[in-house]
Nanobody, 113 residues
Framework: QLQASGGGLVQAGGSLRLSCAASQTITSIAYMAWYRQASGKQRELVGANLRTGSTRYADSVKDRFTISRDTSKNMLYLQMSSLKPEDTAVYYC?????????WGQGTLVTVSS
């Protein structure tokens, strides 16, 4: 089970950190990620964190967002900076484990211009 939090209203240029709490150890989870879905649009990948430590980002958030995981706390984070109005969306954490896909409930990020 995944529980996302940290969303809110922020002005353009501001920062937010999203958190995703897992109900079990995440040390062995090969793939964890953040996705987002803006109103009227398809869900898209924001960034992924692999068990190896490597990370991948959508071009639209590169150099602005940082994804990380803390295995001691079973947490996945998304640090967002230089936020833009087009970053407004519901953000979901995601994990793929033992062939199953898990989603958090989503947290709304609204960036005002």
């Amino acid at each position: 089970q995944l529980q996302a939090s940290g969303g809110g209203l922020v002005q353009a240029g501001g920062s937010l950190r999203l958190s995703c709490a897992a109900s079990q150890t995440i040390t062995s989870i090969a793939y964890m990620a953040w996705y987002r879905q803006a109103s009227g649009k398809q869900r898209e990948l924001v960034g992924a964190n692999l068990r190896t430590g490597s990370t991948r980002y959508a071009d639209s958030v590169k150099d602005r967002f940082t994804i990380s995981r803390d295995t001691s706390k079973n947490m996945l984070y998304l640090q967002m900076s230089s936020l833009k109005p087009e970053d407004t969306a519901v953000y979901y954490c995601n994990a793929i484990y033992n062939g199953n896909t898990y989603w958090g409930q989503g947290t709304l990020v609204t960036v005002s211009s």
